[in-house]
């Protein structure tokens, strides 16, 4: 125990941080977009929620990427695949 | 298609209060109702720092008062869990205080150490889910219902509180043929997580739930299939990798006996 935290142990199998880095929407503005882009092809959502904030991910990072997710990634993400309200309703 | 944000409400800083990560989930869920995200989603989860909230509605609760548009949703109540008369009647209330904007997230479970703690056989997780879901179709269509199942037995029954939304959107989260086959059934709709995987995990969910709607004979639309995703825009390496390693999930270490000494949560609702 570290306080009222429980101490961190590394799982077997583990996949490596640079691999999550890589399969999750993590990065800049225009990486997250296309990451974005091939998920939505993936998976055809209706919906997609997004955690900003998990474990020790500071607040203001997770309120900075909430505004950047509808500002900057949004609009490139219609320019791939066009409006995506028209897409909720196919 | 709509964006929403996923509140996982853990908290790995010692000197972090709970009410300090309350208040901060609530600005977060004011801020996303200003940008323009259609749903809020809170997670439940017990006995770890993973996730500090182990009562979804009543966050939603709190949160309805401080929003206007968002909608908010549990993500997901674990049933088996919850005594089902009680349940429906929270639902009910959580949703007429937010005027109409719950969304009912709900799943089987799959944390033994969390069905230890609460006296219930883990075993039984998927039986008591299908007939909890049972009741509740029942208790917000019927004026009186009745429920004599195998798990749960409840005699003639009226829940005064009602709904505004009639009916509740329901959404089954797993990642299962069967989950999403009991959704289809249920015209329940779909809660579904690549967790750490990328995009071709996600792909194979999209297999899954296709097959189990076809399966059942049901508009794949119907699922009306929602994904949640770990995400954190950054122009920094550093930064990102820390955010992965906040992100990897925990469940298949943790076993009740190792539990005190290792760490306890899970990835992704």
Same mark, same amino acid.
């Given at each position: 125990?570290?306080?009222?935290?429980?101490?961190?142990?590394?799982?077997?199998?583990?996949?490596?941080?640079?691999?999550?880095? @890589?399969?999750?929407?993590?990065?800049?503005?225009?990486?997250?977009?296309?990451?974005?882009?091939?998920?939505?092809?993936?998976? *055809?959502?209706? *919906?997609?929620?997004?955690?900003? @904030?998990?474990?020790?991910?500071?607040?203001?990072?997770?309120?900075?990427?909430?505004?950047?997710?509808?500002?900057?990634?949004?609009?490139?993400?219609?320019?791939?695949?066009?409006?995506?309200?028209?897409?909720?309703?196919? | 298609?709509? /964006?929403?944000?996923?509140?996982?409400?853990?908290?790995?800083?010692?000197?972090?209060? &709970?009410?300090? %990560?309350?208040?901060?989930?609530?600005?977060? &869920?004011?801020?996303?109702?200003?940008?323009?995200?259609?749903?809020?989603?809170? +997670?439940?989860?017990?006995?770890?720092?993973?996730?500090?909230? +182990?009562?979804?509605?009543?966050?939603?609760?709190?949160?309805?008062?401080?929003?206007?548009?968002?909608?908010?949703?549990?993500?997901?109540?674990?049933?088996?869990?919850?005594?089902?008369?009680?349940?429906?009647?929270?639902?009910? &209330?959580? $949703?007429?205080?937010?005027?109409?904007?719950?969304?009912?997230? %709900?799943?089987?479970?799959?944390?033994?150490? #969390?069905?230890?703690? /609460?006296?219930? $056989?883990?075993?039984?997780?998927?039986?008591?889910?299908?007939? /909890?879901?049972?009741?509740? $179709?029942? +208790?917000?269509?019927?004026? /009186?219902?009745?429920?004599?199942?195998?798990?749960?037995?409840?005699?003639?029954?009226?829940?005064?509180?009602?709904?505004?939304?009639?009916?509740?959107?329901?959404?089954?989260?797993?990642?299962?043929?069967?989950?999403?086959?009991?959704?289809?059934?249920?015209?329940?709709?779909?809660?579904?997580?690549?967790?750490?995987?990328?995009?071709?995990?996600?792909?194979?969910?999209?297999?899954?739930?296709?097959?189990?709607?076809?399966? #059942?004979?049901?508009?794949?639309?119907?699922?009306?299939? &929602?994904?949640?995703?770990?995400?954190?825009?950054?122009?920094?390496? #550093? $930064?990102?990798?820390?955010?992965?390693?906040?992100?990897?999930?925990?469940?298949?270490?943790?076993?009740?006996?190792?539990?005190?000494?290792?760490?306890?949560?899970?990835?992704?609702?």
């Amino acid at each position: 125990m570290q306080g009222t935290v429980l101490v961190d142990v590394p799982c077997p199998d583990e996949p490596s941080l640079e691999q999550i880095h @890589k399969d999750l929407l993590i990065g800049d503005v225009e990486t997250v977009a296309e990451k974005l882009v091939a998920e939505i092809r993936a998976t *055809h959502p209706v *919906h997609m929620c997004f955690s900003f @904030k998990v474990g020790a991910t500071p607040h203001k990072a997770a309120m900075r990427s909430m505004e950047l997710m509808m500002t900057e990634v949004r609009p490139r993400v219609e320019r791939a695949l066009g409006p995506l309200a028209r897409r909720a309703a196919e | 298609m709509e /964006f929403g944000i996923f509140n996982l409400m853990g908290s790995r800083s010692p000197e972090k209060q &709970t009410a300090e %990560v309350f208040a901060e989930v609530a600005e977060q &869920t004011r801020l996303a109702d200003e940008l323009g995200y259609a749903i809020a989603w809170f +997670a439940e989860h017990h006995f770890s720092n993973y996730c500090l909230c +182990a009562s979804p509605l009543m966050i939603i609760a709190h949160c309805a008062s401080i929003t206007k548009k968002i909608r908010l949703g549990t993500a997901v109540v674990v049933l088996p869990l919850y005594n089902p008369a009680r349940l429906a009647a929270e639902i009910a &209330t959580a $949703d007429a205080l937010s005027n109409g904007r719950l969304m009912l997230g %709900v799943g089987a479970g799959y944390q033994p150490y #969390e069905f230890e703690r /609460f006296g219930v $056989d883990i075993k039984n997780n998927l039986e008591m889910t299908e007939e /909890f879901c049972d009741i509740l $179709d029942r +208790a917000f269509s019927q004026d /009186f219902f009745s429920y004599n199942g195998k798990h749960y037995q409840i005699p003639k029954t009226h829940i005064p509180a009602r709904p505004v939304q009639k009916p509740v959107p329901i959404y089954v989260a797993g990642h299962t043929e069967a989950m999403f086959r009991a959704a289809a059934r249920h015209g329940y709709r779909v809660l579904s997580s690549g967790r750490i995987g990328g995009a071709a995990l996600l792909a194979e969910q999209y297999q899954i739930i296709r097959d189990a709607y076809r399966a #059942e004979g049901v508009p794949l639309e119907n699922a009306h299939i &929602t994904v949640n995703r770990f995400c954190h825009i950054t122009d920094s390496k #550093e $930064d990102g990798l820390r955010f992965a390693e906040n992100a990897l999930p925990i469940p298949p270490c943790l076993e009740p006996a190792a539990a005190a000494g290792g760490h306890a949560g899970h990835g992704a609702g």
